[in-house]
């Protein structure tokens, strides 16, 4: 189990790296594009998209479960050692796709933010002036309160009660 946890965390880590480097450049990708289609087909000399850049889930499992998979052969013919698990295999593909998608997040909320920060900081200027506006209100509204209440208690002296029946003859 710690085995296994190890290899996904590094997984995700791989995943991330493996993100960036194809949103840096797709070198590879356009190599076997070019292999393997024709003229028409090829992609266009803009197109940013890569093995896991800017691929649907299913392209971009489809991807991973290969690269490991010609990576545990690999490893197989390499090292007689038998450490190539299914549980491992299964860490390893389900970490790098959490970290190809925890980057594109990384990157996608880096943008926004890039994009979003001068107009946030007008948001912020505009909200402590509207927050100050606000107390000022609130301040002005509890004195104007406390006159009314002031004026309102000399106003005239109504007969009590007592006093009405007095006068009607009833007591």
Not at 67 to 93: E, K
Not at 153 to 161: G, T
């Amino acid at each position: 189990m710690g085995l296994e946890l190890i290899i996904f965390i590094a997984a995700i880590f791989f995943g991330a790296f493996l993100y960036w480097r194809e949103s840096r450049g797709n070198g590879l990708y356009r190599f076997f594009n070019k292999i393997f289609n024709s003229k028409e087909l090829q992609m266009k000399p803009n197109d940013k998209k890569g093995f896991v850049y800017q691929q649907t889930f299913l392209v971009r499992l489809i991807f991973i479960g290969f690269l490991f998979l010609i990576g545990i052969v690999v490893a197989r013919f390499l090292i007689p050692i038998d450490i190539t698990t299914i549980s491992i295999f299964a860490s390893m593909i389900v970490g790098t796709l959490a970290g190809t998608y925890l980057a594109n997040f990384i990157f996608k909320s880096g943008e926004v933010i890039e994009e979003k920060s001068d107009s946030l900081e007008d948001i912020v200027h505009d909200t402590i002036e509207k927050g100050k506006d606000f107390i000022e209100d609130l301040k002005t509204k509890d004195v104007e309160e406390e006159i009314e209440e002031i004026e309102e208690k000399p106003k005239s002296e109504e007969k009590s009660a007592r006093e009405r029946l007095k006068d009607k003859g009833l007591l």
